[in-house]
Every structure is written in C-alpha cells, then in structure tokens.
C-alpha cells in the first residue's frame, strides 16, 4: 500500500484521525484498517439498495459495517448505511451516504456568493459547538471550487476551502448525484495539493456509479414524492433546508447551524505516517 497523500477535508461531518504517541499504536491502527473487509475487481460494489459502484483494478469498496469501524478507527463516532469507495494506493477516498429526501427539483440558479455567506454563518455556530466538544475546529477560507450542476449527469459538485486550527488548508470536496427517490452524498477526502489529480480520479471512478434500475432520477413519475428544497439547500444543510424553498437563503445558516460546516471531513498527517511505513492487499 503506497502512502495515504491526505491532509484533511470537511463538509457534513467531521473525520478527524486521533493521533496515538506510540508507534505499537500506529501499527495497531494500520493493522485493523488494512484487515477491513474491503472488496476489489471484479466485485461490485453495493451502495445499500439503491446504488452501485462497479470496480476497477485499482479501486477497494467498504460495505456499512467495515466503513463503520473505518471511521472509528480515524477518532469518529461510527455511522450506519455508510460506504467507502478508495484507489488501492488510498491516495483519496469517498464516503457514500444515501439521503431519501425525494426527487430535487433541478431547475434552480445557484449563487456562489450567497452560499458562501451562509456557510461562513455557519461556521461560527459549528465552532463555537466543536471548541465546546474539545474538536478540532475548521474555518470557511472560501471556494476552492464553485458549485456547479451537471443537468446530463444530475450531478451537482462544489468544494469549499477550510483552515485548520494548525495554520494548514484543508479542502472539501463534496458530490451529490440525484435519484429518484432521494440524493446520493458523496465527500471525497483529499489533501489540497493533490486535489486537481484526485478529483479527476474520483470522477474516473464515478463513471462506475448508477443508481440501481427503478431509482435514476429519469425514472420519476407523477405521485413520486419531492423534495421541499433544491439544489442550493443540498450545499448548505439537510433537514433544515426546506426553509430555503423558496429560494431566500437568509436566516438558514442559523437553522442548519453545526450540522453542514461540522459534519463530514478530515484525515490527518498522521496517514502520511502510517501507511508510509508498510505495503499490503485488501483482505
């Protein structure tokens, strides 16, 4: 296994590693992440029951339970109905998480400075929680990249550029690919040099992606449920989000509050470490 290339990222939740002192713990560490139940080629790669990855030589796929204990192995709470897509050279990796919201409307104009400004509203509640939480802290630096909807792919992609509490820039890269039925979340995990490479594999990898037969977004019918929101409140939180339906943005960065800016994120140097150390296969 070559070196984990990843500084950080964050966007809906928090991934921080926990940096243990002792070498036995680091080997510890790696030893459980590397004997983790990950798929390779020619498997494919089952994304709960509504989607599906297809692999490729060089990409490993988590189920629910091992992405589980792979955040947890990183200092994070464990999730259900999570999954994991990485290269075997875990340069990058994504996590996959299903949202069954109903059917987003794809018609609304986004406004980048607009949104910017609700996430940095954001970010002051979500520090404020995690200084509280004794958490590391990310700060709202700005777009590294605009957000932008792909209306062939139903793919809407943004990434926002964070501070860390240590001075280094962390980049959060974020996709959400629409259903029928709901939005596929997707957080690719990236350093900021690598980014521009990373991404392109993450992109590469994503045309393996589709959502099983019955649930594409093409697939929706009279009487499906919608969602009560669009594509702008998709960047900028999850429940709390029907109050931007009708598209004014104002005041929603105090309702979604922690949950967007505090939610998905970072690995830290302490991979650059680990994996640095020793080669190995999927188990």
């Known amino acids: ?166 001075g280094h820039p962390v980049v959060n890269y974020t996709v959400r690919l629409l259903g029928r039925a709901g939005v596929m979340n997707a957080i690719l995990v990236s350093d900021l040099q690598n980014l521009s490479a990373n991404v392109q594999q993450f992109k590469a990898a994503l045309r393996g992606f589709d959502f099983v037969p019955g649930q594409k977004y093409a697939e929706f019918r009279q009487g499906d449920r919608v969602a009560e929101y669009g594509l702008a409140a998709l960047i900028v939180g999850g429940a709390a989000a029907a109050a931007a339906k009708s598209g004014a943005l104002k005041g929603l960065g105090k309702l979604v509050g922690i949950a967007v800016v505090g939610g998905l994120a970072a690995i830290g140097a302490f991979f650059k470490r680990l994996f640095g150390r020793k080669d190995s296969q999927p188990a």
């Open 1 to 166: 296994m070559n070196r984990l290339n990843i500084l950080g990222a964050a966007s809906g939740l928090i991934l921080f590693f926990v940096v243990g002192s002792a070498v036995a713990q680091d080997d510890q560490v790696l030893k459980e992440i590397t004997n983790l139940p990950w798929q390779s080629y020619p498997a494919t790669g089952a994304i709960g029951t509504t989607a599906r990855v297809s692999l490729t030589n060089d990409l490993w796929f988590l189920q629910a339970a091992g992405t589980s204990r792979f955040l947890e192995l990183n200092g994070n709470p464990p999730r259900s109905d999570n999954y994991t897509l990485a290269p075997s050279s875990l340069d990058w990796f994504a996590v996959f998480a299903f949202d069954s919201i109903g059917y987003v409307k794809d018609d609304e104009q986004l406004d980048p400075v607009e949104l910017l400004r609700v996430l940095r509203e954001q970010n002051v509640a979500s520090a404020a929680e995690r200084r509280r939480l004794q958490l590391p802290v990310l700060t709202v630096d700005g777009w590294a990249v605009p957000p932008h909807y792909d209306v062939e792919t139903h793919r809407l992609e943004w990434a926002v550029r964070l501070m860390a509490d240590d």
